[in-house]
């Protein structure tokens, strides 16, 4: 192998079974580039399979005199071939499962010799990850003669379908691979490890379910009818849905303090990093089951749009829609409710002045994250639906992480909003540098004070970005309105009532008005 220092790589390798050599040419990331007419100097890596010796390598400084610049370089599998150069391809943590997440391949370009190495006697195993079926409902049919409006649907009914068995998939796969080996190596206990998982495990049955009620339908031509009805019978098992994503959000916080072990970071390390993972992570694969539930109206919606008229789901998809929203609608308002109260719990006060009976009163969050102060400090910022907290995030031994409440907190329906354009000056050493970086202009930020005879000073506050500091405003503004209208309504709810006008004419009625009716009466 024959290495010649640039600034690019170019890969060449000898494919034994077409007798071709195939060339790449890569930049310093291992990423494809495409190969200009213009001679440049190139990195160039020839394998040479008569030339290579068992348990040897040649290092950079036996090479000629007359090639200084030279290295002699010994793969570390011995191979014919060199493939699988890959370019990296950076996933979301939600996107689709069945996309493949690739490795990529770097070349070390430094000028000094690599010291030499002893070859692995043992190849080893791959750890590229394992590709999702992607196969459509077209390619499970050998003919067809429907149009193209039904090729649509009967493509969406089998993503539904399929979507269900790789859930199960998974599900299982996060069972036998992480609960049960943390379970049996002690990583972790079996009470922490129930309070992380949760109610995962009835899931799978639940799933398996539809999945075999869904397969029923498929006739011999592997084509749908009606699919409405039994989505219909089916959504209201995902009742069952409350419970488990309630407990994510204890969940993801007991998980992240546990990263913090060496034994438990070491093993989660390892299992990410083999090919089965899909390079996800454990949280990713504990959070599917939620990600699961909001696609649901997303397919029925594109089922509606592809239901032909007259056809019999036309009146029971608009149905079972309606049920799925609502199922989505009841879950997102619990997890809501037990993330508010698993943060209020963790909320630790200076100061009796800063329990705020509004803070107990609320049952969701608006929003929560981090915002720096006037002083460049960080703090991690709760906007409940009552109430603004400013806290510094800290750990307790038995409590795992805490919020140390910061200042006084502000109560939504007193608070006066201010966004600070960006660029403007920061006068009067308001900001103390903090937001300026020196420059004497402010980015990002926003300010907050408490109307009214409180004495709350102004919090002048800073996002991350443009994008984090619209969301910020956007969400204290609906609080804001919100919160007023909710007091506003509690006042008038206090007030005493107006007196029936049917029985304002009581008031008028004097003793002798028995007599009068009485005369009346004889008239």
């Given at each position: 192998m024959e290495v010649e220092e640039t600034g690019e790589t170019r890969s060449s390798w000898y494919d034994g079974s077409s007798g071709e050599t195939h060339t790449v040419l890569c930049d310093h990331a291992g990423k494809k580039r495409k190969q200009d007419p213009a001679p440049e100097p190139v990195i160039r890596i020839i394998e040479d399979e008569e030339?290579?010796?068992e348990g040897e390598m040649m290092p950079g400084h036996m090479k000629d005199s007359e090639?200084?610049?030279?290295?002699?370089?010994?793969?570390?599998?011995?191979?014919?071939?060199?493939?699988?150069?890959?370019?990296?391809?950076?996933?979301?943590?939600?996107?689709?499962?069945?996309?493949?997440?690739?490795?990529?391949?770097?070349?070390?370009?430094?000028?000094?010799?690599?010291?030499?190495?002893?070859?692995?006697?043992?190849?080893?195993?791959?750890?590229?990850?394992?590709?999702?079926?992607?196969?459509?409902?077209?390619?499970?049919?050998?003919?067809?003669?429907?149009?193209a409006k039904e090729i649509k649907r009967q493509e969406v009914i089998y993503e539904l379908t399929q979507g269900e068995k790789q859930l199960i998939e998974?599900?299982?796969?996060?069972?036998?691979?992480?609960?049960?080996?943390?379970?049996?190596?002690?990583i972790m206990t079996e009470s922490e490890l129930g309070q992380i998982f949760g109610t995962l495990d009835s899931l799978i049955p639940l799933h398996e379910d539809l999945l075999d009620r869904l397969e029923r339908l498929r006739g011999s031509e592997k084509t749908v009818g009606e699919v409405g009805p039994t989505l219909l019978n089916w959504f209201p098992c995902l009742g069952a849905y409350v419970t488990y994503c309630c407990n994510q959000v204890g969940a993801k916080a007991l998980l992240d303090q546990k990263k913090h072990e060496k034994r438990v970071e070491h093993f989660l390390r390892l299992c990410q990093e083999s090919s089965f993972s899909r390079k996800l992570d454990l949280w990713n694969f504990l959070d599917l089951p939620r990600s699961r539930l909001v696609k649901y109206p997303l397919l029925l919606k594109e089922i509606q749009k592809c239901t032909p008229p007259e056809h019999p789901d036309e009146d029971t998809i608009p149905e079972?829609?309606?049920?799925?929203?609502?199922?989505?609608?009841?879950?997102?308002?619990?997890?809501?409710?037990?993330?508010?109260?698993?943060?209020?719990?963790?909320?630790?006060?200076?100061?009796?002045?800063?329990?705020?009976?509004?803070?107990?009163?609320?049952?969701?969050?608006?929003?929560?994250?981090?915002?720096?102060?006037?002083?460049?400090?960080?703090?991690?910022?709760f906007l409940f639906e009552l109430a603004l907290v400013l806290t510094r995030p800290g750990e307790d031994r038995d409590l795992g992480q805490v919020f140390h409440v910061y200042r006084q907190p502000l109560r939504n329906a007193l608070i006066n909003l201010e966004e600070i354009p960006d660029g403007e000056a920061a006068g009067g050493g308001t900001f103390r540098g903090a937001f300026t970086g020196g420059n004497d202009k402010v980015k990002n930020c926003f300010r907050v004070s408490s109307r009214g005879r409180?004495?709350?000073?102004?919090?002048?506050?800073?996002?991350?970005?443009?994008?984090?500091?619209?969301?910020?405003?956007?969400?204290?503004?609906?609080?804001?309105?919100?919160?007023?209208?909710?007091?506003?309504?509690?006042?008038?709810?206090?007030?005493?009532?107006?007196?029936?006008p049917a029985l304002c004419h009581i008031a008028d009625l004097s003793l002798s008005s028995d007599t009068d009716m009485a005369d009346h009466s004889t008239c």
């Open positions: 030339e290579e010796e090639e200084p610049s030279n290295k002699r370089v010994k793969p570390v599998l011995k191979s014919n071939s060199l493939t699988g150069v890959i370019t990296p391809v950076k996933t979301p943590a939600l996107k689709r499962i069945g996309q493949s997440i690739s490795r990529s391949i770097s070349f070390r370009t430094d000028a000094r010799p690599l010291p030499p190495a002893p070859l692995r006697n043992r190849t080893k195993a791959s750890s590229f990850p394992r590709r999702r079926n992607s196969q459509c409902w077209s390619d499970t049919v050998e003919s067809h003669d429907l149009t998974d599900l299982s796969l996060v069972k036998k691979v992480y609960y049960e080996p943390m379970l049996k190596l002690d079972a829609l309606d049920m799925i929203h609502a199922i989505v609608a009841e879950v997102n308002k619990k997890t809501g409710e037990a993330e508010c109260q698993f943060y209020r719990r963790g909320l630790i006060y200076l100061e009796e002045s800063q329990r705020l009976s509004e803070i107990q009163q609320s049952r969701f969050l608006y929003c929560h994250g981090e915002l720096k102060n006037n002083k460049g400090q960080r703090l991690h910022v409180s004495k709350v000073n102004p919090y002048c506050l800073q996002a991350n970005d443009s994008f984090s500091k619209q969301q910020w405003i956007t969400c204290l503004r609906q609080a804001i309105v919100q919160s007023r209208d909710r007091t506003a309504q509690t006042s008038q709810s206090q007030l005493p009532l107006p007196p029936d």
